[in-house]
Every structure is written in structure tokens, then in C-alpha cells.
């Protein structure tokens, strides 16, 4: 038995997916990227007249990325503290890196409570972003930050 995860407080999925899925203790969530919830925008994009982007900023979405990760959490009953592996999919390594990895610092400062980590560099994402996270939680009955 599982149970699909859908929140209103995390963007919309571009298909049809559920935003989480509850499998007996473990919580995997869909890959999640900075659309803001409410707009659907992608915060810092910068478009020219014809719509197209021309500037982006990785620590706003990445910022926000973690915020959608929270929304989808705390809509499942877990918690920041509960995220066990995370996969980090950066379209431009060499670009963005350093101001992920110093975010990643600031929002997971304690390594002993840490998530494992993997990023990969991939040619693109949907919608399309910068970056989007992969995300495995447990469950423990009640939610934490
Ligand atoms: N998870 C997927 C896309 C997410 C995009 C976004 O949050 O902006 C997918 O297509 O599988």
C-alpha cells in the first residue's frame, strides 16, 4: 500500500505525478524545482521581449527549490530533518556550484543530521530551471524543521 502526496503549498507538477509518495515509513518525493506555488514564475528569471531567458539566479531558486522541499515535507507529515538522500540535478556545474553548495551549507549545517547528497550535472530540466532535487524522507510519526 502507498499513498500519493498532492499540495497546494508546492508547484504545480507539469504531469501527472503526485508531489510525494508515503511508503510505509519512507517518504520519496517527485523531483521538485524553484517554481514559486502561487505565480508558477521562476524567481530571479530575467526574459527578453520575445519571452525568451536570458539571466537567471541560482541562489534565488535555489532558496526556493528548498522551500518547495519544505512545503512537500511538511504536506506529509515530515520535516526538514527527515530527509535521509537527496540527488541535486544542476544544468551548469561549472556556473553554479559554489553558490549551491555554500546555500546547502546554510540550510544543512549540522553534518551528523545531514542528508546524504548527490549532484549531478544534466544537459536540462523542465519548465525550465536551473536545478531540481530528488528527495528520499522517513517518516517518524511527527513532523520537525
Ligand atoms: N518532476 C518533474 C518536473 C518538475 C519540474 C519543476 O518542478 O519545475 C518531471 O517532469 O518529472
Redesign the pocket.
Known sequence: MSEAIRTGN??R???L?PHARRVGDLLFL??????DAASNA?PGNVHDADGRLIAYDIELQTRS?FA?VRAVLQASGAGWDDLVDVTVYLTDMARDFPAYNALWAEYFPDIERAPCRTTLGIVA???P?AI?L?CVARLRGEATE
Open positions: 508546492a508547484p507538477p507539469v504531469g505525478y517527485s523531483g521538485v524545482g524553484p517554481r521562476v527549490v518547495n530540466l523542465p519548465t530551471i531540481e530528488k
